[in-house]
């Protein structure tokens, strides 16, 4: 499936909603984007229900970061 709507982010990953948690005024949204990998995105409670988010939807991670940190152990 293909995203169709214009972003100045260049990284969007396709994926499945595998789980909701929603908070008080903050949700956590699992996205399954094949092989093993898992991306969570902390988004408000009202971005979850204008999207009308449910577990089981095709959705996007789309990231847009002026920085990348790379760490690793000593």
């Known amino acids: 499936m293909e995203l169709k709507v214009k972003l ?3 990284n ?3 994926g499945k909603v595998v789980e ?3 908070g008080q005024t903050t949700s956590h949204v699992k996205l399954d ?3 093993g990998h898992i ?3 902390s988004i408000t409670n009202e971005a ?3 999207l009308n ?5 095709q959705a996007w991670a789309v990231i847009k970061a002026s920085d990348v940190m790379i760490a690793k152990d000593a």
């Open 8 to 10: 100045s982010a260049r």
């Open 12 to 14: 969007t990953l396709s």
């Open 20 to 22: 909701l948690k929603m």
């Open 33 to 35: 984007i094949g092989a």
């Open 39 to 41: 991306v969570t995105a």
């Open 48 to 50: 979850v229900d204008e």
């Open 53 to 57: 988010l449910k577990v089981g939807d």
